[in-house]
């Protein structure tokens, strides 16, 4: 099927151009224009769909395969959702152009094995590339790469995706198949008793990690994860994890005291929670422009900063003021107090005033205390990140 706006010849099953993105003709449009379509060169073009030439069947008797031309029809079901088994086309051929894909053509789905289920209690080993589909940006070993919007492979050579339509995203900077890049470790993804479940590995240089089935590693049933989270670059021993998703953001369990500012967000439990210092927190309340004052209270005596309980991007539920050199948040003993929360220890973390620095430690709760990572940050072997719904931990090393 040619195109109509470039000319670029297509397989007669796509919806859209691979040159340049726009829609092909079907049904009448194609039967209507079949008078000016170039034939092949050293082939009759046959006087009904499905029948061909007794030259071409004296050929196909012989061994030898024949171009078939096969009848204008209507589009058929999606291909990614049915895929036949690919064979050689030879002679003619009487099944509806929608439902064939013959070996050879690039693009053709293949029909893949459903996992068989792990036993209880063992450790998985998930490929890098999640369910076993490369990421879009890198070029496969039979020369195709991934449409990221509907997961059809197509020629690296093409800039549209066939399938869709969508635009193709330029190839990635190492310019190598994932198969080619060295093993760094791999994550460990730790379930709800607290042990790893499952091992995913990781590879030297850049990955993204995410939602969307482009990623290195993705989770697709992790509706809290972005389709690109964040990404880890790994070298040697060094690896350095950046966030990319501004919404539900990426978390690191500390261990040791960090320093913390206004604004900054941490997790003990199931319960989100953001700091400010009053220096340098913005004020709220603000006199209406006609004059009216709202009601409210002075900033107590001694105090320096407040914890806020996060239930939205723009909207805090519980404040609590912060006005001891050391407050202790816990479920049963502190100032701070979650006693609903079965996942905050009895005392889980304190924050410490100290001059104009202000210190967030863990006190060595059974859950962890998680800080919100802003930017690149560097990690050790068995740091752990909270993202979405999915703990993991960092194994550097091949063994």
């Given at each position: ?334 100032s701070i107090l979650f006693p609903r929360d079965g996942y905050v220890s009895g005392s889980h973390a304190v924050i410490s005033d100290r001059g104009t620095q202000t210190f967030l430690k ?38």
């Open positions: 099927m040619f195109c109509p706006r470039c000319g670029k010849n297509n397989d007669s099953r796509f919806r859209f151009c691979l040159g340049c993105g726009g829609p092909l003709p079907h049904g009448a449009e194609v039967a209507a224009g079949a008078e000016k379509r170039p034939s092949q060169a050293g082939t009759t073009a046959p006087s009904q769909p499905g029948d061909a030439s007794p030259a071409a069947r004296k050929t196909a008797a012989a061994g030898e395969p024949v171009a078939a031309t096969l009848p204008a029809v209507a589009p058929g079901p999606d291909p990614q959702s049915e895929a036949p088994t690919a064979k050689a086309l030879q002679g003619t051929v009487d099944l509806p152009s929608s439902r064939i894909q013959p070996e050879g053509i690039p693009g053709a789905a293949a029909p893949r094995a459903a996992p068989a289920p792990a036993e209880s209690g063992a450790v998985v080993s998930v490929p890098l590339r999640g369910a076993g589909r490369p990421p879009s940006g890198f070029i496969d070993d039979d020369g195709t790469r991934l449409c990221r919007q509907c997961g059809h492979r197509v020629p690296r050579i093409d800039v549209f995706c066939g399938n869709c339509g969508g635009r193709l995203p330029e190839a990635r900077s190492t310019g190598e198949p994932i198969s080619e890049r060295r093993p760094a470790g791999y994550l460990g993804v730790i379930n709800d008793e607290g042990v790893e479940s499952a091992r995913v590995p990781i590879s030297e240089g850049r990955s993204l990690v995410g939602r969307g089935v482009d990623c290195d590693v993705h989770f697709e049933d992790d509706a809290l994860l972005a389709q690109r989270h964040f990404e880890l670059d790994v070298a040697g021993r060094d690896i350095v994890v950046k966030p990319i998703d501004r919404l539900n953001g990426l978390f690191l369990r500390i261990s040791a005291p960090v320093e913390i500012a206004t604004g900054d967000v941490f997790r003990i439990g199931q319960e989100l929670l953001r700091f400010e210092r009053f220096t340098e927190a913005p004020l709220e309340i603000r006199v209406d422009p006609d004059g009216t004052v709202p009601v409210g209270s002075p900033v107590p005596p001694g105090a320096w900063g407040r914890v806020c309980q996060v239930a939205s991007a723009r909207l805090a539920s519980n404040a609590w003021v912060l006005g001891q050199r050391d407050v202790f948040l816990g479920r049963e003993r502190g863990d006190l060595g709760s059974s859950n962890g205390t998680f800080l919100r990572i802003k930017g690149e940050v560097g990690l050790k072997e068995g740091d752990l990140l909270l993202a979405g719904r999915h703990l993991l931990r960092i194994h550097l090393g091949t063994s």
